[in-house]
């Protein structure tokens, strides 16, 4: 995995000023790639595997938009988690004022102790960036 050494530019964060590494990511796979690899490896077309997954992927966000956790094996658990400011008082609480979005939170399945996702990951400075 490339990495580029950046600094932390939000002044609001006690970390501002300081260097650190972030990921480089390459490109984007898409959906249609991921099928047809994936396809490759079993006796299926892509297309009918695309078929498969979109509806997976359909049940997935009908879970999660219900407020469930899902659990994919050997894959990892997803949940939605609400992003929302402080208040003094819950009384005070509204909403639509105080939620400012949702994030999706990803925990990788772990084996004994290991996350088998970042099993093998090696770093490397990304040398065509200059600060």
């Not at 049940?59 to 469930?68: A, C």
């Not at 939605?80 to 402080?86: F, G, H, V, W």
């Amino acid at each position: 995995m490339r990495y580029r050494i950046k600094k932390e530019t939000k002044p609001t964060l006690p970390t501002y000023g300081k260097y650190k590494a972030v990921a480089v990511h390459n490109q984007t796979i898409e959906s249609r790639q991921l099928f047809e690899e994936a396809a490759r490896h079993m006796s299926i077309s892509g297309g009918v595997l695309e078929g498969m997954m979109m509806t997976v992927a359909e049940t997935v966000r009908r879970h999660l938009q219900m407020g469930d956790k899902v659990r994919l094996r050997d894959f990892g658990l997803m949940k939605l988690e609400i992003e929302s400011e402080k208040v003094d008082d819950p009384k005070t609480f509204r909403a639509k004022k105080h939620i400012r979005g949702v994030r999706l939170h990803f925990i990788p399945e772990s084996f004994e102790g290991t996350q088998a996702l970042y099993d093998g990951i090696t770093f490397e400075k990304d040398k065509y960036f200059t600060e």
